[in-house]
C-alpha cells in the first residue's frame, strides 16, 4: 500500500517499538457519554498497545453534519501495532457499536479517528495521518491540548497556537 512519509523514519510496523498515537472518540446517537467510556475500555484492552491517558468529555455542535451535539474526547496510547492495523482495530470497535455510514458526515453511535501516529505522516487509500482537518476543530484540539498541550501536529502547528485559531467554535466541558 503507497505511504507518502515527510522526513520521518519509518515506524516500526508491529515489532517492538511503541508509538504514542493519539485517537479521537466522538458519539452524538444514544448516550453518547456512557459509548464513550465503553469505548475507552475496549481501547484500553487493545493487543499491544496500552492507554496512557484521556480526556475528560465534550460537548460540541456537529460541524458539517445535522443532528444532536456531540460528545467527544481524546485518548493517548502507547502501540506496538502499525497505524493500519490500529485503524482496524478501531473500525472493529466501531461496529461493535453499531457504527453505520450510510452518508458522509452522518450521526454516528461511535466515531473512533487515529489522529496521530507518532510523528507519522501518512497518506493511503484508507488512512491519512494527521487526521485531515483535527488542526481546524475546536472539538479535537480542546481535548487534545488537556492532556498533550506541548504537541505539535506534523506539518500544522503546536495544539496550542492551533487552539487559539478555533476559539470560536463552541466545546463545553462536561462535568465528570
Do not use: W
Amino acid at each position: 500500500m503507497p505511504s507518502e512519509r515527510a522526513g520521518v523514519a519509518p515506524p516500526d510496523q508491529g515489532g517492538d517499538t511503541e508509538i504514542v498515537a493519539y485517537i479521537g472518540l466522538g458519539a452524538n446517537l444514544g448516550d453518547a457519554c456512557v459509548t464513550l467510556r465503553a469505548a475507552l475500555a475496549e481501547l484500553s484492552g487493545l493487543p499491544r498497545s496500552r492507554l496512557l491517558r484521556s480526556s475528560a468529555l465534550y460537548r460540541s455542535a456537529p460541524v458539517d453534519a445535522g443532528g444532536p451535539d456531540f460528545v467527544n474526547a481524546v485518548a493517548e496510547f502507547g502501540t506496538r501495532l502499525d497505524a493500519q492495523e490500529l485503524l482496524q482495530q478501531l473500525q472493529a470497535i466501531e461496529a461493535r457499536h453499531g457504527r453505520v455510514r450510510p452518508y458522509r458526515h452522518a450521526p454516528r453511535t461511535l466515531d473512533l479517528d487515529l489522529l496521530l501516529y507518532g510523528d507519522a505522516v501518512l497518506r493511503t487509500p484508507t488512512l491519512t495521518v494527521p487526521h485531515p482537518r483535527l488542526h481546524e476543530r475546536a472539538f479535537v484540539l480542546r481535548p487534545l491540548a488537556e492532556i498533550a498541550p506541548k504537541l505539535r501536529i506534523p506539518g500544522h502547528g503546536s495544539v496550542t497556537d492551533l487552539l487559539a485559531g478555533v476559539a470560536h467554535q463552541r466545546v463545553d466541558r462536561l462535568q465528570a
